[in-house]
């Protein structure tokens, strides 16, 4: 058996961004394959059965497939220049945690299935749609809007899955997989400030808070920067950088705890000397209250058709995505609080594949502390005793899910239960 910090010690050089700190760990790239044949001999090496379904997602499964399966896992991709443990912790944690509950002998008493799952393109960085495999897995995306996704390289999501080894007419909403899971854990640092400075390193999750992306489009008249006078440009950088600039005010007068962020621009031609003919900017918005998100899109978007009037600048919004805040499953979170009774509940801020499946199957999240609070970026952390302390909290998850959280037990204070101890 492998302890979760070696095991994240074993992918920790593959694909280190080479330009400075952190990954880059793109959706459907070589080195998410890289990491996807890791996981499948680590998961060979346990004599697990493993699969690549349809849709991309890799399973591995301890005990043969079948109805009411309890399954953990995550996602081994990450957003450009992020960090370690965003995906790959919940991943490197149910191997860890498998081995304990094998190495007990209690596994062999459950009568539950029980498989490992990984999740492709959970960051949306290369398709722009985050959670691609489960959205395709649930059906929360269409099949057919999915494979005409297209990269910044201008590559079809069709052709990448392909190349993957997928057939895009089998792509799409796998019912009697969904319907074959009972339950589904997913553990996952955590990308807050929830539980760094306190005195637990795990938290249960209690609900994803509704986001949305929007693509705002200003277009103006392209021009030359040194004979055009300045009261005579229509220039949509003067018009999107006013917005940009408002957001942080808006935000706040809407509600104190919303967030909105942008985090991407594109100024068209973008020559120094030349003064743009369109810019673009994609707004992030979240909030628990989706009411509250649709008063801040208002605010922001006013804003912006004002600002593009006063500079002659055509303004358009549209939508990209919007997922509803998803609150997880009550009676499954009220198992995992009773066998981890001090671990408080929060919120999450960012999305998650749980989060995807949780109107689906019965869905649950473990967040383990992040010192720095910080994530998608290379100051991402978690100290290796909080690792193993996820790995902990998920075993015990996982036993009471499996119905041998007894045998576990009897294992652990040398009863009755064959098969080695730890
Ligand atoms: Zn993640």
Avoid at 16 to 28: A, I, K, S
Avoid at 66 to 81: E, F, I, K, Q
Avoid at 121 to 145: H, K, N, P, Y
Avoid at 226 to 231: A, D, E, I, K, Y
């Amino acid at each position: 058996m492998s302890d979760v910090v070696s095991l994240l010690s074993q992918i920790e050089d593959t694909g280190r961004d080479t330009r400075g700190p952190g990954y880059q760990r793109p959706g459907f790239s070589d080195t998410e394959r890289d990491l996807r044949e890791w996981f499948l001999a680590e998961a060979a090496r346990r004599g697990l059965d493993t699969e690549i379904d349809a849709n991309g997602i890799t399973w591995a499964w301890a005990t043969p497939q079948g109805a009411n399966a309890v399954v953990t896992g995550s996602h081994l991709d990450s957003v450009p220049g992020g960090g370690e443990f965003d995906g790959p912790l919940g991943v490197a944690s149910a191997l860890a945690a498998f081995d304990v509950l094998k190495d007990s002998g209690a596994l062999e008493q459950s009568t539950r299935p029980f498989g490992l799952a990984v999740f492709p393109e959970e960051e949306g960085s290369r398709f722009g749609v985050a959670c691609l495999g489960s959205r395709l897995l649930t059906g929360a995306i269409d099949a057919d809007r999915a494979l005409g996704l297209k990269d910044a390289a201008g590559d079809t999501f069709a052709d990448v899955a392909r190349g993957y080894g997928l057939d895009p007419d089998r792509i799409g909403r796998d019912q009697s997989r969904l319907a074959g899971i009972g339950s589904f854990i997913e553990l996952h640092v955590e990308q807050g400030i929830g539980l760094a400075g306190t005195d637990q390193a795990v938290a249960i999750g209690s609900s994803i808070i509704g986001h949305g992306r929007w693509h705002f489009a200003f277009s103006g008249q392209g021009n030359h920067a040194g004979t055009t006078p300045m009261s005579h440009r229509a220039d949509p950088v003067v018009a999107a950088s006013r917005v940009i600039g408002d957001i942080p005010t808006l935000a706040a007068a809407t509600d104190a705890t919303a967030v909105a962020t942008v985090g991407r621009t594109l100024i068209h031609p973008g020559g120094t000397n030349v003064i743009a003919s369109s810019m673009s900017f994609w707004l992030d918005i979240r909030h628990p209250d989706d009411a509250v998100v649709k008063q801040v899109l208002e605010a922001i978007s006013h804003r912006a058709q004002d600002h593009g009037s006063d500079s002659g600048v055509e303004v358009t919004i549209s939508q990209e995505s919007y997922s509803p805040t998803t609150h997880f499953t009550a009676d499954l979170n009220s198992r995992l609080t009773s066998v981890l009774p001090d671990a408080p509940l929060l919120p999450s801020g960012a999305g998650h594949d749980a989060g995807i499946l949780a109107p689906h199957v019965p869905s649950a999240m473990l967040y383990v502390r992040n010192p720095t609070g910080v994530s998608h970026a290379p100051e991402e952390a978690c100290e290796v005793d909080d690792q193993r302390a996820g790995v902990d909290a998920l075993v015990k998850v996982l036993a009471r899910e499996l119905g041998i959280e007894n045998a576990l037990a009897d294992d652990r204070t040398g009863g009755p239960t064959t098969g080695g101890a730890q």
